[in-house]
């Protein structure tokens, strides 16, 4: 269960805060068409020749609603992120956004500032949810139920024969890739 509003960490305000900030920064930028562009140079340039970065903005800039969705979501979390009653709320919808964000970061190499804002923002997500980590356990774990006690054995063979399959047709997946490289 979640602390008294009364042992609410002053910490977590100021993180609400400024994530809230940055994340209207960032999300506005977006629906205003300041992030994902390039000069329409780059779209002459050989792939081959272009930077992670500029591979990356080409990418995203292709679709402008790709874009405006994912500043709406920015925005709205920041709104969430406001106010103490919803920022958990915030927090869980944006988590796996800031994780996403974060990885086009360093395996595109975007800037410094981008990656340490988005480091940023990602650290106070889970520093919001790690307050709550006992309410949120329970949610997604312990208050969950089980499968009943005599269908266990079926589920649990459903869910190997499941991973099998998947397993199985990865390898067939490469083998015929490496069947088709082979033949060329």
């Known amino acids: 269960m979640p602390e008294s509003t009364d042992s609410y960490p002053k910490y977590l305000d100021w993180l609400r805060f400024l994530s809230a900030w940055l994340l209207f920064l960032y999300g506005s930028s977006k629906l205003l068409h300041r992030q994902f562009s390039l000069p329409p140079g780059v779209a002459l340039q050989p792939v081959g020749s272009l930077t ?25 979390a920041a709104v969430l992120l406001l106010f103490r009653k919803t920022a958990l709320l915030g927090a869980a919808v944006l988590l796996p956004v800031m994780i996403n964000i974060l990885m086009i970061n360093v395996f595109f190499s975007i800037a410094w500032g981008a990656l340490c804002t988005s480091a940023f923002l990602l650290a106070s997500m ?56 082979a033949s060329k």
């Not at 591979?55 to 979501?73: P, Q, R, V």
């Not at 774990?141 to 024969?161: H, K």
Request: no cysteine; charged share 10%; glycine share 6%.
């Open 126 to 181: 889970l520093a919001i949810l790690w307050r709550d980590r006992r309410a949120l356990a329970g949610v997604f774990w312990t208050q969950q139920p089980a499968e009943p006690e005599n269908m266990r054995r079926y589920y649990r063979a459903i869910a190997a024969l499941t991973i099998v399959v998947a397993i199985a047709l990865m390898a067939v997946g490469v083998w015929i890739q490496a069947g088709s490289s």
């Open 52 to 76: 992670g970065y500029q591979l990356a903005w080409f990418y995203h800039s292709y679709s402008h609603t790709y874009a405006i969705l994912l500043g709406l979501i920015q925005l709205a």
